[in-house]
Nanobody
Framework: QVQLVESGGGLVQAGGSLRLSCVAS????????WSWYRQAPEKLREFVAR???????IYADSVKGRFTISRDNAKNTVYLQMNSLKPEDTAVYYC?????WGQGTQVTVSS
């Protein structure tokens, strides 16, 4: 059974930074592509970033140049470094391997 546990969210002022972590268990982490999604209140869940098993990355236009996705296969962990945060980045952030989802971590950016 795959378990994904996100952490690192919180309240930050606009322009600040946060680093989210997602620890995976019950899966062959190193052979899997991982993604971050987010869902703001009353909005649909949207794609944020993805990293393949060969470390290729792709980002949503809204976060390109500000967010960086990375992975540590030895720790079964995928990260999302978020810099220059904006109020519109406020959302619950989820990690996923496409089939399984974590419980999410809340990110709130104040103006």
């Amino acid at each position: 059974q795959v378990q994904l546990v996100e952490s690192g969210g919180g309240l930050v002022q606009a322009g600040g930074s946060l680093r989210l972590s997602c620890v995976a268990s019950g899966t062959v982490f190193r052979f899997t592509a991982w993604s971050w999604y987010r869902q703001a209140p009353e909005k649909l869940r949207e794609f944020v970033a993805r990293i393949t098993n060969t470390d290729n990355t792709i980002y949503a236009d809204s976060v390109k140049g500000r967010f960086t996705i990375s992975r540590d296969n030895a720790k079964n962990t995928v990260y999302l470094q978020m810099n220059s945060l904006k109020p519109e980045d406020t959302a619950v952030y989820y990690c996923t391997n496409t089939n399984d989802w974590g419980q999410g971590t809340q990110v709130t950016v104040s103006s």
